[in-house]
Nanobody
Framework: QVQLVESGGGLVQAGGSLRLTCAASVSIAFRHMAWFRQAPGKERVFVAAVTNNGNIADYADSVKGRFTISRDNSKKAVYLQMNSLIPEDTALYYC????????????????WGQGTQVTVSS
């Protein structure tokens, strides 16, 4: 069972940038990985996914063109570069192994790390 630790969140003004990091305890070379987020009072939702070899990335419509997901399997890490942040991006961000069903990405397991808080002020 892989343990995932998210970091890199913080408080930023609208229009700013942050880079989130997800560090895994074991190899993720054969795992599709994704970022999800949960805003206060709302359900956790998909943000971005990347296939195990990094060849394919997919994004929620709300972040397309602003966020970039990447990975470094040699470092057992997944990243989320977030640019042009808006207040609606405020949420707790989690990474998780993911699986795909049709055009949707789902968390593969029902456990989560502590997440990293992103707060965007207007």
């Amino acid at each position: 069972q892989v343990q995932l630790v998210e970091s890199g969140g913080g408080l930023v003004q609208a229009g700013g940038s942050l880079r989130l990091t997800c560090a895994a305890s074991v190899s993720i070379a054969f795992r599709h990985m994704a970022w999800f987020r949960q805003a206060p009072g709302k359900e956790r939702v998909f943000v971005a996914a990347v296939t195990n070899n990094g060849n394919i990335a997919d994004y929620a419509d709300s972040v397309k063109g602003r966020f970039t997901i990447s990975r470094d399997n040699s470092k057992k890490a997944v990243y989320l570069q977030m640019n042009s942040l808006i207040p609606e991006d405020t949420a707790l961000y989690y990474c998780q192994e993911t699986s795909r069903a049709g055009s949707n990405w789902y968390p593969k397991y029902n456990y989560w790390g502590q997440g990293t808080q992103v707060t965007v002020s207007s």
